[in-house]
């Protein structure tokens, strides 16, 4: 699936539309970390790799950015067990 994710840094977010429903991951910035607070996917579009893509789009943009990364939202905290190509992210 090709998803046009979107990031908004005055919102703290990343964010896609799917068959019109929004899906976010919210995050908070504190000095040289990344806090990602949530991932929200509605139910009738899960199951799809939304919440997949918006964390690996989450972890580029920290990679980028120079950030470390607080996994604090448990879908964040088990993609980045599953992803070892980014635990040098893991703060």
Do not use: N
Not at 64 to 76: H, M, N
């Amino acid at each position: 699936m090709d998803l046009d994710i979107r990031h908004d840094p005055g919102a703290q977010r990343f964010e896609t539309r799917v068959d019109g429903a929004l899906c976010v991951l919210d995050y908070r910035l504190a000095g040289d970390s990344m806090t990602i607070t949530h991932t929200g996917v509605p139910p009738a579009v899960e199951g799809r790799g939304i919440a997949a893509a918006l964390t690996r789009a989450a972890m580029e943009s920290a990679r980028a950015q120079g950030l470390k990364v607080v996994p604090a939202c448990s879908y964040a905290a088990a993609w980045l067990r599953r992803h070892p190509e980014f635990a040098d992210l893991r703060a």
